[in-house]
Each structure stands twice: as structure tokens, then as C-alpha cells.
């Protein structure tokens, strides 16, 4: 089965300090990870992607997930958090399979609250 | 970037009435759109794919008679939801995938649905 877990439901960090937002996948085949954030009421912006090459993905926003084959996860980093940056974060895998092309699995959502 | 829309933005509507929100592609035709409810602080459950030509695929335990689904033409996908009631409020948020079989899903900004 394929799946996405967040294991923090939230995370707290102080403006100007690094972040971090966990990302865990199990899929059939090779990934094809995503992250996506949403502001109140707002649908969901895409941030970045991976789906081949180099591990460390950058996204808008200074944004940034480091893909590891080997800890299947997909952590969501950047080096210095602005207030601005608080909102709801999904991470998803894209779904594999004739009934599942296109589709996208997503993680439970982390809330980053960042403080002044 | 390709710009999905939604209509309305939200909508408040007496038990009992039905409520169609529509979702189209501005810049780019879409045979597939995916419709997404959304609970508060919640992540996002697929509830159906809309095919453009044919019926909709719905996720298990969606009612299809219950959530009607219509995929017009390659830019334009309505979500009927027929006799509504008080817990069918919620947050609905349709997406559509990029050209290619690796791009990214574009989100609509959401309909925000309040059944009194």
C-alpha cells in the first residue's frame, strides 16, 4: 500500500532559525514526492518536487526537502523561518498503479507556527 | 503557471437544497480533475476523479448519488452535492495535473460549503 505520514502535527520555531518538517513515504516503484503548502481558507501551493536526480531539491520560497532512498523520507527544510512561513504543510506521493495514475496520496499535514 | 479556478468561493445553503461548485482550468485542458474534501486542520480525502467523456471514479465509501460529478468539456468539472445536509459542510478543493506524467497537480482555491 502506499502512504504518507507526518509525524508532527505541529511544529514550533522562532523567526530566523532553521526548520524542519518531517516526511515519511512507502510506495511500490521509484517516488515522485511532493510538498505543498496552504494558507487559511486557500487552496494548496506547490513548493517543490522530486522525481529523479539530485537528492537535495529546491523550492520556492526558499524551500528545500532532502530525498533519502534509504530512510524513505522527505524532509521539508529552511535555513531560516520567517513569520510569513506559518501555515499548513502536505507532503504527497504520486500513486502508482492503472487506478491510481495521477493521483495524490497526501500526509496528514503539519501546522508551522513560526514566532516573532 | 497553470491557474486552476473555482466557483463559488464559498457558499451557505439550507439543508435539503443542492449546491454545484464548479472547477475549471484557465490556461490548460484538464481530462482528469481530482475533487478533495478538506475538514478543519485536516488533510485532504479524495473523494472522486473526474473524467472528461466518461463517469467519474469514486474513492470508496463517496456516494456518487450523493456527490455528482460532471466533467463538461477539457476545461470544466462540477461537483454537485444533492440534498445537503449540516455534515456536509466542509471545505471542497478540486486540483488537476500539469501535461505529463510527472508534473505536478494544480489546486483550485477552494469552495468553502456551509449547510445551515
Known amino acids: 500500500a502506499q502512504s504518507v505520514a507526518q509525524p508532527e502535527d505541529q511544529v514550533n520555531v522562532a523567526e530566523g532559525n532553521p526548520l524542519t518538517v518531517k516526511c515519511t513515504y512507502s510506495?511500490?516503484?521509484?517516488?515522485?514526492l511532493f510538498w505543498y503548502v496552504q494558507y487559511p481558507n486557500r487552496g494548496l501551493q506547490f513548493l517543490l518536487k522530486?522525481?529523479?536526480?539530485?537528492?537535495l531539491v529546491k523550492g520556492s520560497y526558499g524551500f528545500e526537502a532532502e530525498f533519502n532512498k534509504s530512510q524513505t523520507s522527505f524532509h521539508l527544510k529552511k535555513p531560516s523561518a520567517l513569520v510569513s512561513d506559518s501555515a499548513l504543510y502536505f507532503c504527497?506521493?504520486?500513486?502508482?498503479?492503472?487506478?491510481?495514475?495521477?493521483?495524490?496520496?497526501f500526509g496528514q499535514g503539519t501546522t508551522l507556527q513560526v514566532k516573532p | 503557471g497553470a491557474v486552476v479556478s473555482q466557483h463559488p468561493s464559498r457558499v451557505i445553503c439550507k439543508s435539503g437544497t443542492s449546491v454545484k461548485i464548479e472547477c475549471r482550468s484557465l490556461?490548460?485542458?484538464?481530462?482528469?480533475m481530482f475533487w478533495y474534501r478538506q475538514f478543519p486542520k485536516k488533510s485532504l480525502m479524495l473523494m472522486a476523479t473526474?473524467?472528461?467523456?466518461?463517469?467519474?471514479?469514486?474513492e470508496q465509501g463517496v456516494e456518487k448519488d450523493k456527490f455528482l460529478i460532471n466533467h463538461a468539456s477539457l476545461t470544466l468539472s462540477t461537483l454537485t452535492v444533492t440534498s445537503a445536509h449540516p455534515e456536509d459542510s466542509s471545505f471542497y478543493i478540486c486540483?488537476?495535473?500539469?501535461?505529463?506524467?510527472?508534473?505536478?497537480?494544480?489546486f483550485g482555491p477552494g469552495t468553502r460549503l456551509t449547510v445551515l
Open positions: 522530486y522525481i529523479t536526480g539530485d537528492n
Open positions: 504527497a506521493v504520486r500513486g502508482y498503479g492503472s487506478s491510481n495514475t495521477g493521483k495524490l496520496i
Open positions: 473526474s473524467n472528461e467523456g466518461s463517469k467519474a471514479t469514486y
Open positions: 510506495v511500490s516503484g521509484n517516488p515522485y
Open positions: 486540483s488537476a495535473p500539469g501535461q505529463g506524467t510527472r508534473n505536478e497537480q494544480f
Open positions: 490556461d490548460f485542458q484538464a481530462t482528469t
